[in-house]
């Protein structure tokens, strides 16, 4: 069930996009599906579009037919697709009387990969073939296929082997998700593109990410809770593993207290001042009972106290009150009185450090219309389609460019959502029109398609073609809201009534549409004439807590 709904980071051999689309489109529900898979994922067989019609045959959606009735017996576990070397061999043996030892020469060709081998096995096995009294037509078009699966077949004895470890790593991550994705971040901690990918993955399987702690976190991702993984200080930019390894033993003799605590008991010839900023922008010193620009404006005090403390501890001073002040907790201090960081700067100094927001996110609170207009993510941004698609982002970085062809000034974006990072490009002539709208740190739609010339490609470059900040779409009463029920569940009129009246105080742009089904296929979908509301968070709440959790969403008007 991971697999056929396409939860494949992190799982052996199917991380691909090509993987976890085949995987779901097949809907894998055995062992043998995964073997297949594995098989039929080479350019051999792609290029062949063998994937394609093992998928469409296992599903029922074409038939299956077989080159010739003896070959039922070898084709029937993959529905008279060629997918395997021992296949290769078997047909060899059955249809051209290759003895074994024969065949395996041919499946040695194919495995080499060597063309010239494998035409010249090939003909053997046509010639062969007619001798055994079978049709040219036949031979020369199992030949064929044969040639065709040489470029990348794969043997089954491989592909069974990979699809253990595929199935062991898809078991763990099913039945031990927070281990599993706290293993998985720790192996990729220094890749920050991969440390967002999995950490989005973890969230989408439930689990609770919670940021950094100079009081709980190691060098690795941990579990520390049900569901819940603590962030790993290894990756966090500027902070070793010697200073975490100081931290950790200074944890032995209890938690830090505060700022002037912890920089007085960790090693700062480890720990720099730039260390310790690090971590406090990370969100690391968050539980020492302050907030972070408090922090930020007490460090140098806090670090010039603990110096000279440690100072005197290596040239073996002592106080006039000797070892009562080494083992006495420190004098209480206050933290200056000063505002927060705004949410804006705690999240870039945050992105600062550790590659990207974690204690929030610029597009949370647009979080429905990132889900309801844009038709991609980041992660398949550069997916080319003939079709125009949109996405959902906030501009992270934006680079101004001259074009040496026409001399004028076009843009690159860098764009971030929930999923990753990805680029896009903005043309001069459209970037003449939208450069007020695409600026740096915004949240916006972008729509755009791509060039027929990178059709085929890898990686197609986004080109940008229309903006709109998203914050204009609730404005504009593009967001509505549905209120949805079923004839068996439906709320009670007083709680229609009341649902009624809330959307009445609460009067904007946004259309209220009633959707009704009699659980029977029967739907009925109704636009309120007179009813438009300013959709947020706090009515959404209120109407849930009157209907239903599942009775309420938001939706795209018309």
């Not at 809907?27 to 579009?49: E, H, K, Q, S």
């Not at 990132?370 to 980041?378: I, K, P």
């Not at 764009?415 to 896009?424: I, M, Q, V």
């Not at 004839?487 to 007083?494: F, Q, V």
Request: proline share 4%; with cysteine; hydrophobic share 40%.
């Amino acid at each position: 069930e991971l697999l056929r709904d396409g939860r494949t980071a992190g799982v052996f051999q199917f991380e691909s996009a090509l993987a976890t689309d085949t995987l779901r489109a097949m809907r894998c529900d055995r062992f043998d599906d995964l073997v297949a898979t594995n098989a039929l994922l080479r350019p051999g067989p792609l290029d062949a579009g063998m994937h394609t019609v093992f998928i469409k045959r296992k599903l029922g959606q074409e038939r299956v037919t077989y080159p010739h009735p003896s070959l039922q017996g070898i084709l029937e576990p993959t529905y008279g697709v060629i997918t395997y070397q021992e296949q290769v061999m078997r047909i060899a043996n059955v249809l051209a009387g290759f003895s074994l030892a024969e065949a395996d020469v041919l499946r040695k060709a194919v495995g080499k990969k060597d063309e010239a081998l494998i035409k010249q096995e090939v003909g053997r096995f046509v010639d062969r073939a007619m001798a055994q009294g079978h049709p040219r037509r036949l031979a020369e078009e199992l030949g064929a296929q044969i040639e065709t699966f040489g470029r990348y077949g794969f043997n089954k004895s491989h592909s069974v082997a990979y699809s253990v470890l595929s199935y062991q790593t898809a078991w763990l991550k099913a039945h031990y998700p927070a281990e599993f994705m706290a293993a998985l971040l720790s192996s990729e901690i220094g890749n920050t593109d991969k440390v967002v990918q999995y950490i989005n993955e973890a969230r989408e399987l439930g689990l609770e990410v919670l940021p950094p702690d100079v009081n709980e976190s190691g060098f690795k991702f941990t579990v520390v809770g049900e569901n819940r993984l603590r962030f790993g200080l290894g990756a966090v930019r500027n902070v070793g593993a010697g200073v975490i390894e100081s931290m950790i033993t200074a944890r032995q003799d209890g938690p830090f207290h505060d700022l002037w605590d912890f920089v007085g008991r960790i090693d700062l010839r480890l720990g720099n001042r730039r260390v310790i900023e690090s971590l406090i922008v990370a969100g690391a010193c968050d539980g020492l009972g302050g907030h972070r620009r408090q922090y930020l404006e007490a460090l140098d005090t806090a670090l010039g106290e603990a110096q000279l403390r440690q100072q005197e501890r290596e040239a073996g001073q002592s106080s006039l009150f000797g070892e009562v002040l080494a083992t006495s907790k420190p004098a209480g201090h206050n933290l200056p009185d000063v505002p927060p960081l705004s949410e804006a700067e705690r999240l870039t100094r945050e992105k600062e450090v550790i590659g990207f927001f974690i204690s929030g996110h610029p597009l949370e609170r647009f979080r429905a219309e990132v889900e309801l207009f844009g038709t991609r993510t980041t992660a398949t941004l550069h997916e080319w389609s003939e079709h125009a698609v949109s996405v959902a982002a906030v501009v992270t970085g934006l680079k101004r460019q001259i074009s040496k062809k026409t001399g004028k000034e076009y843009a690159r974006l860098t764009l971030e959502d929930f999923h990753g990072t990805s680029e896009a490009i903005v043309f001069p002539d459209t970037w003449a029109k939208l450069n007020q709208v695409i600026t740096a740190d915004a949240a916006i739609l972008l729509g755009g398609g791509y060039s027929l010339r990178d059709r085929g490609e890898d990686r197609a470059p986004f080109v940008v073609e229309s903006a709109r900040p998203l914050g204009e779409l609730r404005e504009s009463g593009a967001l509505g809201i549905s209120l949805r029920w079923r004839a068996s569940d439906a709320p009670p009129p007083d709680a229609v009534k009341a649902a009624a009246a809330l959307c009445a105080s609460h009067p904007g742009p946004a259309p209220v549409y009633i959707e009704w089904s009699d659980g029977n296929g029967e739907a009925l979908r109704l636009r309120a004439r007179r009813l438009r509301i300013a959709p947020d968070e706090d009515l959404l709440r209120a109407l849930r807590d009157l209907l239903g959790a599942g009775a309420v969403h938001y939706v795209k008007a018309g």
